[in-house]
Nanobody, 121 residues
Framework: VQLQAYGGGLVQAGGSLRLSCAAPGFTLDYYAIGWFRQAPGKEREGVSCISSSGGSTNYADSVKGRFTISRDNAKNTVYLQMNNLKPEDTAVYYC???????????????WGQGTLVTVSS
């Protein structure tokens, strides 16, 4: 199963986007979901993670106060609300699943193709 990340696009600095992560035919309820990003020429980095219940979340320091992760298990979807976007947020964003929010992305699976976010200055 591959998780599908969508909702990316081109936005000006200071703007907002909401990314969604879904997996048609696969129940996300039992999994922690992480958002990751990879900018051109850079390594993939963790952005945020939410526990299966939604009761626990964490964020990279670079996005704290600007991004909010949430989930709607009834809709089988996890969201990443991104506000006050900066050019350095430009990257391909991916979502992936794990049994809990590990710090190492190698513990996550079901990676999809990702969605491109481009922030212009």
């Amino acid at each position: 199963v591959q998780l599908q990340a969508y909702g990316g696009g081109l936005v000006q600095a200071g703007g907002s986007l909401r990314l969604s992560c879904a997996a048609p035919g696969f129940t996300l309820d039992y999994y922690a979901i992480g958002w990751f990003r990879q900018a051109p020429g850079k390594e993939r980095e963790g952005v945020s993670c939410i526990s299966s219940s939604g009761g626990s979340t964490n964020y990279a320091d670079s996005v704290k106060g600007r991004f909010t992760i949430s989930r709607d298990n009834a809709k089988n979807t996890v969201y990443l609300q991104m506000n006050n976007l900066k050019p350095e947020d430009t990257a391909v964003y991916y979502c992936a699943a794990s049994v809990r929010c590990y710090s190492d992305d190698l513990n996550f699976g079901s990676w999809g193709q990702g969605t491109l976010v481009t922030v212009s200055s």
